[in-house]
């Protein structure tokens, strides 16, 4: 296996080639990158490769010093949710 | 029925706001979806400066007991999935029920960021926090014999304890070079930041640090004279100059293939050779785990001294959201001491609010402590927390400078 | 086969709890009261927890403390449930998640318009 088919989403399974060569086709935000390779949208929240896949758009973005204030984006619900666990009965 | 505070996590932070809210008369629950109380204390097993042994669960049964003992009512394996504000209370939502508190605090703590190589989906790798827990809590070993990938202080503080529990670690090196990953993984910049928690006493890193020292003729230096098979710390070759490029196996970990590499990282060709293992741990260092934080609509800034992305709050671990509270590493990485410590702040906070500002005295004395034991904290992650901490002070100062009104509300 | 660290050191010794019989992938086990359900199939000696729900790669245990659900199986018919956070209890039946039959990608091409 080679540098290029490393996962870095382990959710998705989306490899370190698909996000460099996203983020260079299209010179986007890191949310952009998210949802052209679903990387960070898996079952986990993108907890484990967040950092990641934030780290690489900075690398083709020209402004480098965006980094103060953000609102970070997050989606409700963090966690998976089951409809069994909601309506109280089990399914 | 509205509880006076609702606490998520369960760690040294949450716990010891717990206590002091619930020894000032308050109603609160603690919310954990761990199945023990204790949070990432529960792992830790190091040697204080004074020889004595810092253990984790024990640190984690005593605050349980304290709290149970003040009335604090504790939910375990209740993970919350949202948080909202709704007129001048906060929703929890959990998998379960939505609970009601005028106060919330969030101390959920850190996460671990992975050093990512090629083939680290197989089971068998894991980050190197995994191996802790399996190790000092669930007390299975991750395996025969591994291999520990990023070289910083947690990464040496667990390798010690594998060692401990018998587990044969075949060394500590670096992960290959990607574009994401110059900071642990080119060796001029891992001796760098070795180097820089080298002042402080006995923690494990330090004794790397002052090794390396010898060799630190001048700084530049270190890495020339550092020998290629590594230096030993408890018997595990540290290897600063070699790089795993690779882990294979075919439905599980069977080995990883290691390269020589030079002082900026790139592979040394033919210098490849593989080594049998049956676990792998990777490690790239921990971050605020601040997901709730964000939903309720928390202001952040990077700081990379705190280790990422932190919710902008204030000494007394208030936000600028009314009744929202933060503490512990969500607000930024040290150690377990730090983290109760701030945790206490949060509590009297809470109190102080409540109770017309009858604490003042006992806060402004909270938040002194904090200082202090970070000041004498052993285990010290970045080496340059301090200035985190100015910095988040100004950013509070500032924002409150430009937003005319006092809490959002 | 991963061992159980019965001394240590520094930590008490382990205490043997009540041996626990659970179901996972049809194939009977033991594991001990205190266990989760990680660490029970850990000194059993498996590493595999599930697969992946597309490309079928073989996926384990990774944080081991609830936080990347890596280790996600069905327990007692429930999905989703995380293997290192959820104690052992008598005859739980758990089974892996496998490839799915209708990918999910193809799924949405299909019907997300
Ligand atoms: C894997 C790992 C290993 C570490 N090892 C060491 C070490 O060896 N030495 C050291 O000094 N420091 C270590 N640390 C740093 C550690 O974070 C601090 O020492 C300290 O435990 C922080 O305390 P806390 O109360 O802020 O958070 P924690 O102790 O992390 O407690 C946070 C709690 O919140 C819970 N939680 C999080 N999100 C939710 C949710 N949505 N719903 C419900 N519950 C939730 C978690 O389950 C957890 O129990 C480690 C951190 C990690 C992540
Ligand atoms: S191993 Fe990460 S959630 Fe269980």
């Not at chain 1, 998210?34 to 484990?48: D, E, F, H, Q, V």
């Not at chain 2, 006076?4 to 717990?18: E, F, K, N, Q």
């Not at chain 2, 904290?377 to 950013?395: E, L, S, T, V, W």
Request: glycine share 8%.
């Amino acid at each position: 296996m080679s540098d290029k088919s490393m996962i870095i989403c382990r959710c998705e399974e989306v490899t370190y080639e698909e996000l460099i060569e996203t983020a260079e086709k299209h010179k986007c935000s890191a949310r952009e990158l998210k949802l052209r390779t679903r990387a960070g949208m898996g079952y986990c929240g993108g907890r484990t490769c967040r950092n990641m896949v934030e780290s690489i758009p900075r690398q083709y973005l020209p402004n480098k010093e965006q980094l103060g204030l953000v609102t970070l984006k997050y989606q409700p619900p963090i966690r998976p949710v089951h409809f069994g666990d909601l309506g109280g009965d089990e399914t | 029925m509205t509880n006076d505070v609702i606490i998520i996590g369960a760690g040294p932070a949450g716990l010891s706001a717990a206590i002091t809210c619930a020894k000032h008369g308050m109603n609160v629950v603690v919310i954990d979806e761990y199945y023990k109380p204790g949070g990432r204390l529960l792992g830790q097993l190091y040697e204080e400066p004074d020889g004595s042994w810092w253990n984790g669960i024990k640190e984690s049964d005593k605050l349980y007991n304290q709290a149970i003992n003040s009335g604090v009512q504790l939910k375990l394996s209740v993970p919350v999935i949202n948080i909202e504000r709704q007129g001048t209370e906060w929703n929890v939502f959990t998998n379960m029920e939505t609970l009601q508190a005028n106060n919330l605090l969030v101390a959920t703590g850190a996460a671990e960021s992975p050093a990512p190589v090629p083939g680290w989906t197989l089971p068998g790798v894991m980050s190197v926090g995994a191996a802790q827990v399996m190790t000092n809590v669930q007390r299975v070993k991750p395996g025969e014999k591994g291999i520990i990938i990023g070289v910083n202080v947690l990464s040496a503080a667990i390798a010690q304890e594998l060692k401990l529990a018998n587990i044969s670690v075949e060394s500590m090196t670096l992960p290959k070079i990607n574009s994401m990953n110059h900071d642990y993984a080119i060796p001029k910049n891992v001796v760098n930041s070795l180097l820089h928690v080298s002042h402080l006493s006995p923690s494990p890193i330090i004794k790397i640090g002052s090794n390396l020292m010898k060799y630190k003729l001048i700084n530049k230096l270190a890495l020339k004279f550092y020998p290629n098979k590594g230096i030993k710390m408890w018997d595990i070759p540290i290897q600063l100059k070699k790089a795993v490029t690779q882990i294979y196996g075919t439905d599980k970990v069977e080995g990883v293939t290691i390269a020589n590499v030079d002082d900026y990282g790139q592979i040394i060709p033919k210098s490849e050779k593989s080594i049998e293992v049956d676990f792998v741990c990777i490690s790239g260092g921990l971050y605020p785990l601040a997901e709730l934080a964000a939903i309720a609509g928390c202001p952040f800034y990077m700081i990379e001294e705190l280790g990422g992305y932190v919710p902008l709050h204030n000494e007394r671990m208030e936000t600028p959201l009314s009744g929202l509270f933060v503490a512990g590493n969500i607000t930024g990485i040290e150690g377990a001491k730090v983290a109760a410590a701030q945790g206490t702040v949060a509590g009297l906070s809470i109190v102080n609010n409540t109770l017309n500002s009858a604490f003042e005295f006992e806060l402004e004395e909270a938040i002194k402590q904090v200082r202090i034991i970070r000041e004498e904290n052993p285990i010290q992650f970045h080496p340059h927390i301090q200035n985190g901490r100015k910095k988040m002070q100004k950013y509070w100062n500032e924002y409150f400078a430009n937003n005319q009104e006092s809490f959002i509300i | 086969m991963s061992q159980r660290i019965k001394y240590h050191p520094l930590l008490e010794d382990y205490k043997d709890g009540k041996n626990i019989t659970f179901i996972f992938n049809s194939e009977e086990y033991i594991g001990i009261e205190g266990d989760t359900i990680a660490s029970a199939l850990l000194v059993n000696g498996i590493r595999t927890l599930r697969y992946h729900e597309e490309t079928g790669t073989p996926h384990g245990l990774y944080c081991n403390i609830g936080q990347c659900f890596e280790c996600r199986v069905n327990v007692n018919h429930q999905q989703g449930v995380r293997a290192c956070i959820t104690p052992i209890e008598d005859g739980m039946v758990i089974k892996s998640q496998d490839v799915l039959p209708t990918p999910v990608k193809d799924w949405r091409e299909k019907h997300d318009k």
